[in-house]
Structures are given as C-alpha cells and as structure tokens.
C-alpha cells in the first residue's frame, strides 16, 4: 500500500512550532516510505478561518522546504460532498435533530483546543425524530444506536505512534461516556463537525496513515466509528508527541511568540527550527 499523509491545519491563526513539527514529521515519514504528502486547509470553522491566515501557512510550509502533492484541499469548497453521508446515518436512524443554543453546538463541532473533547450531551433533544427537523436545528448523532449495529464487533485503529502503539478497539464504554451524542451538522448555517469532515476527507484524499499530535487520540474512535457505520475504510494512525512551552503546555496557535513568521523574521533557518523541535 502506497504510505499517504496528509498536514490538515485549520488557518485560525500563524503556524507555530507545534505545527512545523507534525508537518515536516509527516513529510519525512512520506519520504520515508516514498508515498506522498498532502495539505489540506480545515476551513470549517468560518467565523475563526481567515484567508490571511491560509496565506502566512502556506508560506511557512513552503519556506520549511515542505512540497506538498496536488492542490490544497479545502474543506470550505467540499460542504456540499458531506451531505451524502449525513444522509446515510439518517437512514440508518442515527440521527436526531436538536435545538439546543446556538453557541454550544458551534463549540461542539468546532475543532479541539487543547485537545480537549466537547463535553458529553445530556441528551435533552434525544427524544426527537427526524419527522421534527425545524430549520435551525443541528443534527446529532444517536451513540447508542450507532453502537449497536455492530453488536459485540466494535470497528478499531492501528495506531503507530510510540504512546498508544498498537491496535485499539473502540470501546462502548469510551464512546458513550466521553464521546456522546456529538453534533455533526447544521444545514442553515453550514456547521460541520470537525471530525466527520475530517475523516470523510481522509478517504477523499486516500489517506493511508494519518499522522498528527497526540491531543487528538481520543477523537480518534469517533472518526473511526463513523467511516465504519458509514462503510469507508479507516486509515492507519499516528499521534505523535507534542512540542510544549517551557511550563509544560501544549503551544497553540494563540501562543504567537513561537509562530514559525516570527523566527523567519528573526533571522532563523528552516534547519534552525528542525534543530529546536529536535527533527
Ligand atoms: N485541523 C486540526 C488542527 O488544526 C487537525 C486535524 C487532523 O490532523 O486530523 O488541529
């Protein structure tokens, strides 16, 4: 199989250290193996997303020395490629509407701060059906249905990364008590959830391995749960370590002091920052 990856920042803000390292990690590894390496802009968030942002990124993958196959993805051009497999687990009957505020479902489908997961639905709108979709309503996935159409046979991952090395089932347990009813869309104003338009982007761009920081381990099983139900194949995995500041915290993207603009303005070379993310 040939080895595919892919760099999948969201432009909300500058590339940092943290990003530089899963990039030039994922270019290296496709090296490696002489397979390819992709881009693709998660651009879904469209309130955070700014086109300057994609700009500077680009220019700094491109300055780091990294050639990426193909044209960039976009995830804001393919809204539209997501709908047919809202439309299969709506079939299937794991769907539900929700009417549930506005800012919590934004938050809910956005991608992870700091790796953390939205937190689990109470379930207020669980009764629903789909006969009761209102405009305005986002749709949620029904966990514990979605469990049960594999019975005892829960789908897995293997995953290469040195922490979680491995091959994982994903858990029932995991799935209903940290995972939970996750929203995946809203029609009126375009919301997709992050991880289902991410995974589905996996197989459109024939993703073998994803390789990126271990803060989005726990998503994983959500992502592989749904290209199960949906009949996709599921990549192979690679979380790696993060690169954290001197108090021991993740850097992100709002941590501008480590923006990878800031060193190239400052004089640095691209081998500088593979020396300081020890690459
Ligand atoms: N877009 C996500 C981020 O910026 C990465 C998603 C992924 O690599 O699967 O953190």
Redesign the pocket.
Known sequence: MTFRT?????P?GPLHLG?AY?AILAHDMAVAAGGDFLLRM?DTDMQRSKPEWEALILEDLAWLGLAWKGPVLRQSDRLESYEPALDDLRRMGLLYPCSCSRKDIRAAAA??QEGAMPDVYPGTCKHRDMASWRPGDALRLHMDRALTVFGDDLPGFSETGTKHAGYHRVSADHALSRIGDVVLFRKDDGIIA?FLA?ALD?VAQDISH?V??E??FDFTPIQVLLLSLLGLPVPAYHHHGLIRDGNGRRLA?RDDARAISLFRADGKTPQDIRSMIGL
């Open positions: 892919r760099f999948a920042p969201s909300t990003h899963s998660e991608a992870p992050y991410s996996d994803v990126r920081g803060d989005l993207k």
